[in-house]
Every structure is written in C-alpha cells, then in structure tokens.
C-alpha cells in the first residue's frame, strides 16, 4: 500500500507539473480560456483557436486525472484512519468512505465553482443569471451530499460508540 500511495503522490505531483507548464505556456501564447469562449461562437474555428480548444480539453482531462488520484488517496487514508479507531465496526467501512467522499466532492466542488465563478460572469449577457442559477444548483447539491454524509457518519459512530460502551462495562464485570 505505501508503494501505492507513494505512486499516486508522485502521479498527482506531476501532473500538477504539467498543468503548471501547460498554463504557462498559454500565458505566452496569450491564450485564456474566456478569449476562447468569446471566439468560438463568433468568428469560427481558426488554427491558433482549435490548438487553445486541444490544449483546454487536455487541461480539464489532466486535472481530472489528479482528482482521480486524489480520490484513490482519500479511499486508502479514510481506511487507515478507520483501523485506527477503537471499537469501530469494520462492516461499516464503505460507508464511511462514501461519506469521506461526499465530503471531499463538496469541497472540489466549492473550489471549483470559485474558479469557474469569473468565467461564468464574464459570458455577456446572461453570465450574471448563467451563474446565480448555477451557485444555487451547487449549494443545494451541497446540502444534500453533505446531510446523506452527516446522516451516515452519524449512523456509524453511533453504533461504534455504543459498541465500545459495551466492551467496557463488560470489563468492569468481569473486574
């Protein structure tokens, strides 16, 4: 598991490099994501604006994949936390991690909303509007994920403890 973690550590650290060079090298080029947004609809596809739709696609496939590792590690630390814990029952493993995960997609998904807030904005017209609706559709998703999360952790811990409680008064009798 550490030559996992450790894989996953570099994975994520280099593709944070190449998401680093690959900004950079639009920033030279003086290509950003809302000079494409504003030229697609308008003026076409020219060569300059099909290789900046390439190097965005391969940015958002890159930084999907460092969400994906960062999940894998979320996975292995959720279970070595849990193993970690006193009279926790170990059925109730996957549930927790899929509460630790609903968790961590409503953090990525407030930090990502924060990133894509200017770029919505910045849509004439409707980019006001265009990102109300999308920040109320978040914040709510939010709160479900974040009450099913709250609902199963609650659930969990609550029989782990009583589980415990149990263990110890069952020691205390046999004192």
Known sequence: MRREVEGR??????NI??????????????????????????????FITAIAVMITIILFFVALRIILDLMRLVDIASNTLLKHIPGFNPEKSP???????????????AIALSIATPLISSIPEVGGWLNISITIAIFIFSLVLLYDAGKTLYATFES?????IDKITLQDKNS
């Open 160 to 164: 782990s403890i009583q589980t415990l």
């Open 9 to 14: 550590i570099l994975r994520i650290i280099a």
């Open 95 to 109: 549930s927790v991690v899929r509460a630790l995960k609903e968790i961590s997609t409503v953090l990525l998904t």
């Open 17 to 46: 490099g190449v998401l680093a060079l690959i900004m950079l090298a639009l920033s030279f080029l003086n290509i950003n994501i809302p000079s494409i947004l504003t030229l697609i609809p308008r003026e076409g596809f020219t």
